[in-house]
């Protein structure tokens, strides 16, 4: 999910390199009923400061922002004086983000590999690549890129031999989203352990090599960890009066590149590069599938529980929408049937917001793939970008069996 505006405070502890605190900062839900009540919201996230983590994308929508302790009774003020309620969801942020990284901490001495009751750094995540490399003849790994930081874009190939169609599937394009490289490392364990004991897995992997990539944007995501907890972009530096970093990896794929949904200005969360693929992370996407036969892509978000097809840049529906949709609906439902989680489904314009330079977008229009789906995971905004480690499984669950489903429903 997008925020339009970082925190000034934030933005110099960042280029300091420190950490940044989010003690008193507060995640609220507004509720704008009217146009003139969303456009009111969209205005004071820029004069209050605030993060957007989901944008207000109309009347009867609610909007979750972060809210800095100098800020709340401002911003509580305006909404009360224009009938817009306001409810908050984490009364410190901080607190909880304190209280995710002590049990990380605690539970890091877990003996299996791959351990799902906990979020995983990314020397982790890439150490048990490793691991199932080495414990699985099934698995192997290769490197699709290098980052502007020098760290490998990792990809782990699932293949029982032969020359098969490929599903992919990438994690963690934008660095916050926790739960999406979680996902990932879910459905690779499924694979691997499920293949020749699970009949579903082993038809699939009969079927189609699996290539998961399962942190597109390793700088960031590593930077989540150190510095900034709710960090979205790259980290690439721009120079300027407040030398931002970081373009957003999902403006910069060549699909109505800087169009609606995206920001010229590099101290944006949605900025857009200052080209098509100038970034590592999109460049390592595009060149990985530029190499395989892919059936269906997967992109895995968070949150706000949505199941997507193209379009962002536009209203306008792709040519084969109604095939798209048709399989949408089926994964959907199946994820559903696991949990009771409730998804909607439709184009990334129509359910979420318009955005340009996409990797759903882009594999559509530019690479002919056409089942391309984007996924919003868990929740919609009690937790937001700090799901709670308790719900990976439940997450994966769900996710596994509808994109199963999907899988399986294709024409």
Wanted: charged share 20%.
């Amino acid at each position: 999910m997008r925020a339009t505006v970082l925190l000034l405070l934030g933005l110099a502890a960042l280029a300091s390199a420190d950490t940044t605190s989010y003690h008193g900062h507060r995640l609220v839900s507004v509720l704008p009923y009217t146009q003139a009540g969303v456009d009111l919201v969209n205005t004071l996230v820029n004069t209050h400061h605030v993060q957007e983590w989901t944008h207000a994308r109309g009347p009867g929508v609610p909007v979750d922002l972060l809210v800095p302790p100098r800020s709340f009774e401002a911003l509580v003020s305006t909404m009360n004086r224009n009938g817009i309620p306001v409810t908050v969801k984490i009364d410190d942020v901080q607190a909880v983000i304190d209280q995710q990284m002590e049990e990380h901490r605690a539970r890091k001495s877990a003996s299996r590999a791959i351990d799902h009751t906990q979020y995983h750094t990314l020397e982790e995540i890439y150490s048990l690549l490793d691991e199932l490399e080495a414990g699985y003849s099934l698995v192997t790994t290769y490197t699709a890129g290098t980052t502007y930081e020098g760290r490998d874009i990792r990809v782990a190939k699932v293949s029982t031999g032969g020359t098969k169609q490929t599903i992919w599937i990438d994690c963690g394009i934008h660095a916050r989203e926790w739960i999406s490289p979680a996902t990932c490392l879910y459905i690779l364990d499924q694979l691997t352990s499920g293949y020749g004991s699970d009949s579903e897995v082993t038809a699939l992997l009969d079927t189609y090599d699996f290539h998961v990539m399962p942190s597109v944007n390793p700088d960031g995501y590593d930077f989540t960890w150190t510095s900034d907890r709710f960090w979205r972009k790259n980290r690439v530096p721009y120079e300027g009066i407040l030398s931002c970093h970081g373009t957003d990896p999902n403006r910069n794929f060549n699909s109505s590149f800087g169009g609606p949904g995206t920001s010229d200005s590099p101290c944006s969360d949605i900025y857009h590069g200052p080209s098509p693929f100038s970034e590592k992370e999109s460049q390592a996407v595009r060149d990985a599938l530029s190499a395989l036969d892919t059936k269906i892509y997967f992109s895995i978000h968070s949150y706000s529980q949505l199941w997507m097809t193209p379009y962002g840049y536009t209203y306008t529906l792709p040519a084969n929408y109604d095939e798209q949709y048709r399989v949408s609906g089926i994964g959907v439902a199946a994820l559903e049937a696991v949990h009771g989680t409730q998804y909607e489904y439709g184009t990334i314009a129509d359910v979420i917001y318009q955005d340009s330079g996409s990797s759903s977008d882009w594999v559509y229009d530019g690479w002919g793939i056409q089942y391309s789906f984007s996924l919003e995971l868990r929740d919609t905004g009690n937790y937001g970008f700090l799901l709670p480690a308790e719900q990976i499984i439940p997450t994966g669950e769900e996710t596994w069996a509808g994109m199963i489903a999907a899988i399986n429903a294709v024409i």
